[in-house]
């Protein structure tokens, strides 16, 4: 296989995972780049161009619901309510309480650690390898 | 060409190429088979290979076959239609 076929793959993915591309058609177009440069000894690049000029010719199927929606939407309300506990409680940080509820200490730990956690997640899950070979 | 046999993406490219359509890059094949499967005209199936990765093979369905049997027919009309314009142009010019 051509070098830097990995590294395309990856960047790939990441960027169909942006787009909102769903994982069975990631593992193809992925398994399908490797597949293609292989036979033809061709680069990645060579063959499909950039990934990011690739990536736009994939469109998200408007006919079968996400599975992760659900979860994708959950995650992104988290986190705006945990940027939200941070600001709050950073502009409230001369203040005794936050919301009447805890020290504006307590509210910046607890809303930057919410934040970390979910962009650790994020940028696991936007990185993480194509599944294994599709058969 | 996927009414013969079932073929994958790197062995198309090649016998286009050798149809005189030049290279045709994976960036341009593969979309227009995504587009095909998306019409349900092809379906791909991945196979197994001794060395290397797998292959997806593709193949014709039912709506393929009888959608590239009525374009063919379609492109007859249009090339009789076509060389009779141009005897005549030519007969004309003679």
């Known amino acids: 296989m051509p070098k830097g076929t990995h590294q395309y793959n990856a960047k790939l993915a990441r960027l169909l ?14 398994w399908s780049v490797e597949s293609h440069v292989t036979d ?23 006919d ?29 940080r001369d203040d005794d309480e936050v919301l009447g509820l805890f020290s504006p200490e307590v509210g910046i730990v607890l809303g930057a650690a919410v934040l970390l956690i979910w962009a650790l997640v994020l940028g696991l899950r936007l990185t993480r390898r194509p599944g294994r070979q599709p058969v | 060409m996927l009414n013969q046999r079932p ?10 190429e050798r149809c005189g359509w030049g290279t ?3 960036g341009t094949l593969y979309p227009t088979f ?11 199936t991945w196979e197994a290979q001794d060395r290397g990765p797998a292959r997806k093979y593709y193949h014709l369905t039912t709506d393929g076959v009888r959608a590239a ?6 492109w007859d009309r249009l090339s009789q239609s076509m060389s009779g314009l141009l005897g005549r142009e030519e007969s004309h010019d003679a």
Do not use: C, K, M
């Open chain 2, 24 to 26: 045709i890059r994976g």
């Open chain 1, 40 to 62: 033809s000894g061709s680069t990645a690049e060579e063959a499909f161009g950039s990934p990011r000029r690739y990536a736009r010719t994939f469109t998200q199927a408007t």
């Open chain 2, 69 to 74: 049997a009525e374009h063919r027919i379609a």
């Open chain 1, 17 to 30: 995972r942006l787009r909102g591309i769903d994982e069975a058609q990631i593992r193809d177009a992925t």
């Open chain 1, 64 to 92: 079968t619901p996400s599975r992760g929606r659900g979860w994708y939407v959950l995650a992104w309300l988290i986190a705006s309510l945990a940027a939200a506990l941070l600001l709050i409680s950073w502009s409230a």
């Open chain 2, 34 to 44: 995504r587009n095909l499967e998306a019409q349900q005209l092809i379906a791909g």
């Open chain 2, 7 to 16: 073929q994958h993406g790197y062995a198309i490219a090649q016998e286009l």
